[in-house]
């Protein structure tokens, strides 16, 4: 026999074909994670977010407040939201993080900038995510400067002279320092969990079915339900170990502020964690094997790290991206998690961002019971 043959490798190689084509949930996943990757990475990922929802509570209605909110909107990087009756409700909405800039022109703007008195405008600003605002912060200046410029004209031409005819005062709110760490770790919360419960949890069923120990768990009196919420339960009491770890980390190694109720990010953490189960109860009742099982969890947790908003701007995504990350459980616990913990958000702020991650939870959950009753019929 000769040591190496060449028709030998080809029936080799053909036969491996023959096996990955019949394994078309692997070969799909194979073809469609690098896909995914190749479409997020160059359609949807932009560091450079525009169009940031902006506040502007005006007291001055003569013509060079008028220059700088037009500057703001013709920058691209501001979308000022209309209709607000006060400063309490612009406040409110930069707590709720609805929008990420307020800009405040105090009562006799235009007549003490004539007068050369220098009078102050204050640009508040979300700064939970130093990234998302950096870009629209340094531009900030360099427009009001050229709009009041265009506005001094015949004998007000010498208030363009340095330095500028009023002064701006920006305010970075919840994270002053632009610490990268008081962004990141409360949203590794949401990150980990994602990862840890998904995959666990189809891991674990899967392996069940596959070992056949849940035929013998299904022949004693206990019904499939109850099978399910005994499994998932353990995953919680996980769950919360990790999320206990990870605030202990945050507060004594990062000092990351907590200025909200812990007991209501722990509430509303339950919620998260038990629409990442149904996920991954799911994926165990459509998976032949665990191989399968983890490439479908690997699925789930590409887009939810890309498109929620924990990495990149969420504002500065197309609207195809930003409906898809809507739809996943990660992008409505971030904001809820840094709110409570940054802002000292309570029911009233996270209400917008729970019902859709109760949508989320009650779907996957069906869907689960649903496949899972089917697999074990």
Known sequence: MAVFSFRRLAAVIRKEFVQMRRDRLTFGMLVGIP?????????????????LPTAVVCADYGPFSRALTAALQ?????????????????RKLLREGEVQF???????????????VRPEVLLEVDATDPSAVANAVSAVNTVFSRAISRELTGPLARLRETPAPFDLRVHLDYNPERRTQVNIVPGLIGVILT???VFITALALTREIERGTMENLLSTPVRPLEVMLGKITP?????????????????????????????LLLAVTSIFILANLSV??????LARNQLQAVQMAVFFFLPSMLLSGFMFPFRGMPAWAQAVGNVLPLTHYLPIVRGILLKGNGWTEITPHLWPLLAFFLGALIVGLIRFRRTLD
């Open 280 to 285: 991954g109860m799911t994926f165990s009742s």
């Open 35 to 51: 896909l995914i990757q190749m479409l997020l990475f160059g359609y949807a990922i932009n560091t450079d977010p525009h169009h």
């Open 235 to 263: 995953f919680i009491v996980i769950g919360y170990m990790q999320v206990m770890l990870i605030l202990l980390g945050a507060r004594v190694l990062f000092q990351v502020p907590m200025e909200g109720s812990i007991l």
């Open 102 to 116: 307020i800009l405040s022109i105090p009562e006799d703007f235009g007549r003490d900038l004539v007068r050369g």
């Open 74 to 90: 013709v920058s691209q990087y501001f979308e000022l939201v209309p209709g607000l009756p006060d400063e309490a409700a612009a």
């Open 195 to 197: 990862n840890t419960m």
